[in-house]
């Protein structure tokens, strides 16, 4: 299987449409276990479809690392730092992009209900997400 680089992954969320960011509300439908949620397919709100160009989520047994499978072949991994209600913190493995304060870049994962996601980067204000989302395939 080919491996992409996360600068890569950074590379194509960017393109397709995550680099600005937009206050959002909180979500209103609890995700009270982040990792189960996110495990199976997903394709991106716009140009994504689930039957070619889709993207799978494999979360380890530890629940410490996941898997990124996508439609097209490329993998990459990602430590998953943190999980709460709603949230997965987590760190793309290979990742060297620093923040301009210096730190890695480090994610949030926030779920906006089960089948729907946002990112936000940590030097983001704390109610900022991707204006872009990502969607459940049923």
């Given at each position: 299987?080919?491996?992409?680089?996360?600068?890569?992954?950074?590379?194509i969320?960017l393109?397709?449409?995550?680099?600005?960011?937009?206050?959002?509300?909180?979500?209103?439908?609890?995700?009270p276990?982040?990792?189960?949620?996110?495990?199976?397919?997903?394709?991106?709100a716009?140009s994504?479809?689930?039957?070619?160009?889709?993207?799978?989520?494999?979360?380890?047994?530890n629940?410490?690392?996941?898997?990124?499978?996508?439609?097209?072949?490329?993998?990459?991994t990602?430590?998953?730092?943190?999980?709460e209600?709603?949230?997965?913190?987590?760190?793309?493995?290979?990742?060297?992009?620093?923040?301009?304060?210096?730190?890695?870049l480090?994610w949030?994962?926030?779920f906006?209900?089960?089948?729907?996601?946002?990112?936000r980067?940590?030097?983001?204000?704390?109610?900022?997400?991707?204006?872009?989302?990502?969607?459940?395939?049923?």
């Open positions: 299987m080919k491996r992409i680089s996360t600068k890569g992954i950074v590379t969320m393109l397709a449409g995550c680099a600005g960011s937009v206050n959002r509300q909180p979500t209103t439908e609890s995700v276990d982040p990792l189960a949620a996110m495990e199976g397919r997903w394709r991106n716009e994504g479809d689930c039957a070619t160009n889709w993207f799978e989520y494999s979360v380890a047994p629940r410490r690392q996941y898997t990124t499978r996508r439609s097209n072949g490329p993998s990459n990602a430590t998953v730092l943190h999980t209600p709603n949230r997965v913190y987590l760190f793309y493995d290979g990742e060297t992009r620093r923040t301009p304060q210096g730190d890695l480090l949030w994962m926030i906006e209900g089960p089948k729907q996601y946002r990112m980067r940590i030097d983001w204000a704390q109610d900022s997400r991707t204006t872009f989302f990502w969607l459940k395939c049923d």
